[in-house]
């Protein structure tokens, strides 16, 4: 079982609002991401962080931004919700920076409404 | 970029016998790949990694093999369960930029093991 958290797991909001999806991991890893998933889509890199101060924008274009203040949290924030950043967003960290073993959370199922 | 595809969306087997998934990519050949198990409503959970100088690996029921000519991993489970009916996602390692990799997944294969 992976010590990498994620909150809340289900949020239903209203367009304009703003959120913060949380993710946390007690492994002291060093690289967190941040990726999307649609139904039966593969899972699309979003943000990257090599370490604190370190952030990074993945391959799908985001409208979201995510801060690393600490090692074991990565927080992501969308300033204002809209129905097309419905999805699930899944968190993840890993250890060695050459195999890229990837540990995830449990993720976030976002509905905008 | 790295495209990648598993060889069907869906994929139905009897209960003991060997479910066998494929992974093909399409451009540079990757320094590892791996396999991921995902449940409905989870985050994926890793399987196996096979390095680009490796042939095989095994890990109790689950063996992958890695073919850098054709391009291909096979992910093969024996004796094969209902419980281990979810999807199974493939993934390599691309560049990113200044030295660094990240990883490229596949939309997956959902497997159902009917007893």
């Known amino acids: 079982e992976a010590d990498i958290y994620q909150t809340p797991r289900y949020l239903v909001i209203g367009t304009g609002k703003k959120i913060t999806l949380e993710c946390s991991q007690t492994m002291g890893h060093d690289k967190m991401y941040w990726y999307q998933q649609d139904p039966g889509m593969e899972l699309h890199l979003i943000h990257y962080s090599y370490g604190v101060n370190s952030t990074e924008k993945g391959d799908l274009s985001s409208e979201s931004t995510v801060s690393r203040i600490r090692t074991e949290h990565f927080p992501l924030t969308l300033e204002s919700a809209r129905p097309s950043h419905t999805s699930q967003y899944l968190c993840?960290?890993?250890?060695?920076?050459?195999?890229?073993?990837?540990?995830f959370g449990s993720g976030t199922q976002l509905s905008v409404l | 970029s790295q495209k990648i595809e598993q060889n069907s969306e869906a994929l139905n087997i009897q209960e003991g016998k060997t479910a066998t998934l494929t992974c093909n990519y399409t451009?540079?050949?990757?320094?590892?790949l791996q396999w991921y198990r995902q449940d409905p409503g989870r985050g994926p959970v890793f399987l196996l990694l096979?390095?680009?100088?490796?042939k095989e690996k095994r890990k109790e029921r689950l063996k992958v093999t890695f073919d850098t000519t054709l391009k291909q991993s096979l992910f093969h489970i024996t004796a094969s369960q209902p419980a281990d009916s979810a999807t199974y996602l493939c993934?390599?390692?691309?560049?990113?930029?200044?030295?660094?990799?990240?990883?490229?997944f596949g939309k997956g294969t959902k497997l159902s093991v009917i007893p």
């Open positions: 451009n540079y050949s990757p320094a590892y």
């Open positions: 096979i390095r680009e100088n490796e």
């Open positions: 993934a390599l390692d691309e560049p990113s930029g200044a030295g660094s990799y990240q990883l490229t």
């Open positions: 993840a960290s890993s250890e060695v920076r050459g195999t890229e073993k990837l540990f």
